[in-house]
């Protein structure tokens, strides 16, 4: 079954750190060349925050959360992460994660376009 399913959400007070998890299948994984991070709050746009080339490692990251949100994989374990530290209320959103599932494309990587596959989310509430 082709899917993706994010995990470790919850609720941290501001300055506090989360870990999650995107767990990928693998018709998905392999084919993909760029996973991403996006987050939507309440009434907003859903934001691209974090991509990584699966290949090369190459990341790149929003200007509202680069030096603090840290994307990651695991190809061996067909699984996407990203470590969020020095959180701060505006995180709060609902976090998917994306593959592009090798669409060849020159849609910037943080725009959600780019990506055939998306997870259900999992929430992420920052308190002051």
């Known amino acids: 079954q082709v899917q993706l399913a994010e995990s470790g959400g919850g609720s941290v007070r501001a300055g506090g750190s989360l870990r999650l998890s995107c767990a990928a299948s693998?018709?998905?994984?392999?084919?993909?060349?760029?996973m991403a991070w996006f987050r939507q709050a309440p009434g907003k746009e859903r934001e691209g925050v974090a991509v990584?080339?699966?290949?090369?490692?190459?990341?790149r990251y929003s200007d509202s959360v680069k030096g603090r949100l840290t994307i990651s994989q695991d190809n061996a374990k067909f699984t996407l992460y990203l470590q969020m530290d020095s959180l701060k209320p505006e995180d709060t959103g609902m976090y998917y994660c994306?593959?592009?599932?090798?669409?060849?494309?020159?849609?910037?990587?943080?725009?959600?376009?780019?990506?055939?596959?998306w997870g259900q989310g999992t929430q992420v509430t920052i308190s002051s």
């Open positions: 994306a593959a592009d599932g090798g669409r060849n494309t020159h849609i910037t990587p943080l725009r959600p376009e780019r990506y055939a596959y």
């Open positions: 693998r018709d998905i994984y392999s084919p993909s060349h760029a």
């Open positions: 990584i080339y699966r290949l090369s490692d190459y990341t």
